[in-house]
């Protein structure tokens, strides 16, 4: 499974961005899919999932101002953020998890800079 992030960058405070994230390669629809975030020199966390059921989960402190979604047509995930704040500054991953098998696959990354 390949997975390649888009539409990272620099945001202002309070600002918008979304993220997406383009699969290829395996069963799209049965995957887990999760965007997790790091800070250099921290431990990759995790942010957002939504199951092949569109069952979601977020870490509590993005809870309200991120929605992720997918389109298993086009074989894309996506994470909308809003009311960005300088502490969500980090390098958005995106991954796949079949569930199954314990799988995971990671994108490269996309960096998302808030800052003034």
């Known amino acids: 499974v390949q997975l390649v992030e888009s539409g990272g960058g620099l945001v202002p405070p309070g600002g918008s961005l979304t993220l997406s994230c383009a699969a290829s390669?395996?069963?799209?629809?049965?995957?887990?899919m999760g965007w997790y975030r790091q800070v250099e020199g921290k431990q990759r966390e995790f942010i957002a999932s939504?199951?092949?059921?569109?069952?979601?989960r977020y870490k509590s402190s993005v809870e309200g101002r991120f929605t992720i979604s997918r389109d298993n047509n086009k074989e894309m995930v996506y994470l909308q953020m809003n009311n960005l704040k300088p502490e969500d500054t980090a390098v958005y991953y995106c991954?796949?998890?079949?569930?199954?098998?314990?799988?995971?696959?990671w994108g490269q990354g996309t960096q998302v800079t808030v800052s003034s």
């Open positions: 991954n796949a998890l079949r569930t199954l098998s314990n799988t995971h696959w």
């Open positions: 939504i199951t092949a059921a569109d069952v979601t």
């Open positions: 390669g395996g069963v799209f629809r049965i995957y887990r």
